[in-house]
């Protein structure tokens, strides 16, 4: 049981005593009180009431003599209004006797009280009455002494009334002492068995408590308060108080003895900041008694390295960015450290460049040793700390131990080399101006032995002395200055090398990713889009006109698709500078219709108005890039469509007036085309977003409006290209205004990667859609390539977005053999099909080796389609190794690659293609392609 329960149950036996004997001493004193209170609060007031009666009964009576007896005398304004307040107090008494009486015999006493009282009050206002009538005194006392027996009943009433209100008053008195006498009793039993019982539970709890106590105390007084970092543990067993008193004895012991090697260490690390101090002060002492760097050097590593525990040091001194050692300690034989370190050379030239203290305990085998009278032995601390003035490294200090430095000692070494170098320079100044000095006294000395004449001149001379040492100084600052900034120059120098190579390794994965990326997603497109346009034709009419929507849906979607790869690809170019811009002469009016005719059929589809106005001032040619013209205006145009539910889009295109034109133009003749609609606009603060890639006004997951964000980015870039701006005027709800600013430019601009290269023209080729063509004449060892025009073909061909106007001869293909070299299947079957119709036969190969196998043992192979990305052999080595067959130097080989980076098409025709195409293919391009090849062979 617990000291806390033991006193609890001591007091609660206690305290139930006390509760039982308050309960008695309440009860006793509750009836002692009831006694009390009736004896002063009814029969006690009960026998004042009926004395006041009997007072104010009496003092009616003698005012009612005074004014029989003295008549007029009497004053009736002082003497009437006393009667009737005896009155009316009589009254009142009586009537507060009766609400409080509770025997039968005092109501019967009150109300014979009160019937004489009414018969004297009647003889009383008679006689009253008499007064004021102006009776005579024998009259009045007629009426007096004829009620002289009820005032004398109301008298004895009164008194009876009296008596037998005080003899209950003594029978209650009776009873409240014998009550009295009862409680008295009671108390002196209560207390005595309190005393007892107090007395029983007191000895119980300190018999059981007082072991513990003891044990506590012999605990407490073993502590040594001398020694508190091992303070006795008290071993209390009990679980009440007094064990949970041990516990916490304890964990204070613990708690002091953590204080106390605490506030030791903390002793100690004053001591060691106050040795610190002291040690540095009297090394401090040393530069000032110093005339020379050397004996400054000495007297320090004399003095600070046994104040820091080393055993072997040096000096060394910065002079023309190397060190020099000027000073050592224990220097065995001078071997302790050598006598010149070029800057980041060791520890030491690294310590000096970073401007750092190195600190090592790992010292290797091959250190300096540290020689004694007996013998050497190897340290087994390093400190080398760099000695600075204002952040420049004027001296290194290195301090060999055979133990490790204290964190005392380096901290002094670090206090005494901050001021070490002002130190340094003071006298490396002092010792400079010391030499000039004596070699001016020396010239002063030689040109005074001279003759007379020359005095003047010496005089000039020492002069001009002075003026060239302070240029010497400020010559020698100047170059100090020059170090440092060529130092830094150079470190900027190879950080930009650094962040170059970086870029350029960056640009290379960018471009590697996109061509491959190009050729994963042109691949699968390829065949869809060839397989959708077979199916849309529907030559054996055995398609719906459903199925032949569907075959047209799933054309559109892959073309919709390659045209956001091509925009990507257009972005990157632009972004590595490698876009091919081509400039040249436009017709600005025929522009016009144009623009006018591809997006009318938008307009009506939308329900919207569409405008295209030309200005007057227009000149009738004008100089850039057609095609990447068109494609700005087609996305200004296509986001004007997207973003307007209702209203107009206007096309105004006019010559850009002076205001307009930049603060430098590049050309005079500026053109404007304004693209206004009345859409959703653009807010203010995303004017400058909507321009950057894949941003859009609706950045939202559920946005309304659809698209890739391309659009006005790649539109940007172009302007940029062609020497223009795209400017954005607009306001959320109310519609917006792009606006092209373009120069004329009869000779282009500089271009990063020009494209007008006349070894690379070629004749026919397609690529994304715009036939261009290359082939290879004469010999292929020399893979000389000449360009060839297409009005010299037997065949005129201008191909144009799919857009073609041929007239082909029908038997061009037809009983021609093909080999198709490709390692997708998908591509074989949809070119396999296609040139099936035109009556070819078909031979397929799923790599380079197979290829090379077919040409082996067929005897007549008239044209083949080569991929490029192939397994086993690429098509580069394919069509390298084909050449190289002499039968084969003029056999048409067309490469299909669904790469589009720039490079690819020339790389293929190094390696011996005749054209190139790349993916996806259209078959009418492709046919005229091949028809075109097998037509010059």
């Known amino acids: 049981m617990t000291f806390r329960k033991k006193q ?12 039982v004997l308050l309960f008695v001493i309440l009860l006793n004193t509750g009836k002692m009180k009831e006694n009390m209170l009736e004896i002063v609060e009814d029969q006690y007031a009960k026998v004042n009431a009926a004395l006041a009666i009997r007072q104010s009964v009496l003092l009616t009576d003698r005012e009612l003599v005074n004014i029989i007896y003295d008549g007029s005398d009497t004053d009736s304004a002082t003497v009437i209004p006393l009667l009737r307040e005896n009155q009316e107090f009589i009254r009142t008494s009586i009537l507060e006797l009766e609400g409080r009486l509770n025997k039968e015999k005092s109501k019967v006493l009150l109300g014979e009280i009160d019937t004489a009282f009414t018969n004297y009050l009647n003889m009383e206002q008679r006689l009253l009455a008499a007064l004021e009538s102006g009776a005579t005194e024998n009259e009045l006392q007629q009426i007096y002494y004829s009620a002289a027996n009820d005032k004398n009943l109301l008298l004895q009433k009164v008194n009876e009334f009296k008596t037998y209100q005080e003899g209950l008053m003594n029978e209650s008195l009776e009873t409240a002492n014998s009550a009295y006498d009862q409680l008295i009793l009671s108390l002196i039993a209560s207390v005595v068995s309190a005393t007892i019982l107090i007395a029983l539970v007191t000895l119980w709890v300190i018999r059981s408590t007082s072991r513990s106590l003891e044990a506590v105390t012999e605990g407490i007084q073993n502590v040594d308060y001398n020694n508190l970092e091992e303070i006795p543990r008290l071993n209390v067993e009990s679980h009440d108080e007094i064990g949970k008193i041990a516990a916490s004895f304890n964990s204070m012991a613990a708690s002091l003895e953590t204080f106390y090697k605490k506030e030791r260490e903390f002793t100690e690390e004053i001591s060691e900041q106050n040795w610190v101090q002291t040690e540095s002060a009297e090394l401090v002492n040393l530069y000032t008694r110093s005339t020379e760097v050397e004996s400054l050097a000495r007297q320090l590593m004399e003095r600070l390295s046994p104040a820091v525990g080393a055993s072997l040091g040096a000096f060394y001194l910065m002079e023309n960015n190397s060190l020099k050692k000027i000073a050592s300690y224990a220097d065995g034989g001078g071997t302790a450290g050598r006598e010149e370190i070029a800057l980041r050379e060791g520890l030491v030239g690294q310590s000096a460049a970073l401007k750092e203290m190195i600190y090592m305990e790992d010292v290797p085998d091959d250190y ?16 080398i700390a760099p000695v600075m003035v204002k952040d420049e490294t004027v001296a290194v200090v290195e301090l060999a131990s055979l133990k490790p430095f204290t964190n005392a000692q380096q901290r002094l070494a670090e206090k005494v080399f901050e001021t070490l170098g002002i130190a340094v320079m003071n006298i490396l100044g002092r010792m400079e101006v010391e030499r000039l000095l004596l070699e001016s006294q020396a010239q002063a000395e030689e040109l005074q032995s001279q003759s007379e004449e020359l005095q003047a001149q010496s005089e000039e001379l020492q002069t001009q002395a002075e003026e060239l040492r302070m240029i010497n100084e400020q010559l020698e600052e100047r170059t100090r200055d020059a170090e440092q900034k060529s130092a830094e120059l150079q470190v900027a120098k190879e950080d930009l090398e650094i962040k170059a190579k970086e870029l350029q390794l960056s640009s290379k994965y960018k471009s590697e990713f996109l061509a491959n990326m190009s050729h994963e997603l042109r691949t699968p497109l390829n065949s869809i889009l060839l397989l959708s346009e077979m199916l849309g034709e529907d030559e054996e009419s055995n398609l719906t006109e459903e199925q032949k929507d569907f075959a047209k849906v799933i054309h559109t979607s892959g073309e919709d698709l390659l045209n956001l790869i091509n925009d990507i690809l257009d972005l990157s170019k632009v972004e590595v500078g490698k876009l091919e811009v081509v400039f040249d002469a436009v017709n600005i009016s025929d522009f016009g219709g144009r623009i006018e005719h ?16 030309l200005g007057d001032d227009l000149p009738e040619l004008f100089y850039t890039d057609e095609q990447r013209l068109q494609q700005i205006v087609k996305n200004l145009l296509s986001n004007a469509f997207k973003f307007t539910e209702q209203g107009a889009v206007v096309v105004q295109v006019e010559q850009a007036s002076a205001g ?22 653009v807010p203010k603060d995303k004017h400058q977003q909507i321009f950057e890639a894949f941003q859009q006004v609706d950045g939202a997951t559920m946005r309304k409006y659809g698209g890739t964000g391309l659009g006005l980015s790649i539109s940007s870039e172009f302007a940029r290209l062609l020497g223009g701006t795209v400017k954005v005027e607009s306001e959320e709800g109310k519609g917006s205004t792009f606006t092209l600013l373009l120069p004329s430019l009869p000779h282009g601009v500089q271009e990063i990667n020009p494209i007008h290269e006349a070894s690379k023209e070629v004749a026919i080729g397609v690529e994304h859609g715009i036939a261009t063509g290359t082939f290879v004449m004469g010999n292929h060892e020399n893979n000389d390539k000449a360009t060839a025009n297409a009005n010299e073909s037997a065949t005129a061909i201008a191909l144009n977005s799919g857009n073609s106007d041929i007239q082909e001869p029908s038997n061009g293909l037809s009983g021609k053999t093909v080999i198709i070299t490709d390692d997708d299947h998908r591509n074989i079957y949809a070119l396999e099909k296609a040139l099936q119709k035109e009556g070819m036969k078909i031979i397929t190969a799923e790599n380079g080796m197979e290829c090379l196998e077919v040409l082996r043992t067929t005897d007549k192979v008239d044209i083949v389609l080569m991929d490029i990305m192939m397994p086993v052999m690429d098509g580069y080595e394919t069509m390298k190794q084909i050449r190289g067959m002499e039968r084969f130097d003029e056999l048409p080989i067309i490469a299909l690659t669904a790469k589009a980076m720039k490079g690819d098409k020339e790389k293929c025709l190094e390696a011996g293609a005749s054209d190139y195409i790349s993916k996806p293919l259209k078959i009418d391009q492709l046919l005229s392609a091949m028809r075109v090849w097998l037509a010059q062979n």
Not at 368 to 383: C, E, H, Q, Y
Not at 598 to 613: D, N, Q, T, Y
Not at 662 to 681: A, E, Q, R
Request: glycine share 12%.
């Open 8 to 19: 609890l149950l001591g007091l609660g036996l206690t305290v139930l005593f006390l509760v």
């Open 368 to 383: 300096t040793a540290i020689s004694t009278g007996l013998g050497s032995m190897r340290p087994k601390s390093i400190l």
């Open 598 to 613: 591809v997006f009318s059929h938008h307009a009506v589809r939308k329900g919207l108005g569409f405008m295209v106005e």
């Open 660 to 681: 307009e034109k930049p603060d430098f133009p590049v050309s005079d003749t500026w053109l404007k085309i304004s693209v206004s609609d009345t859409g959703i606009g």
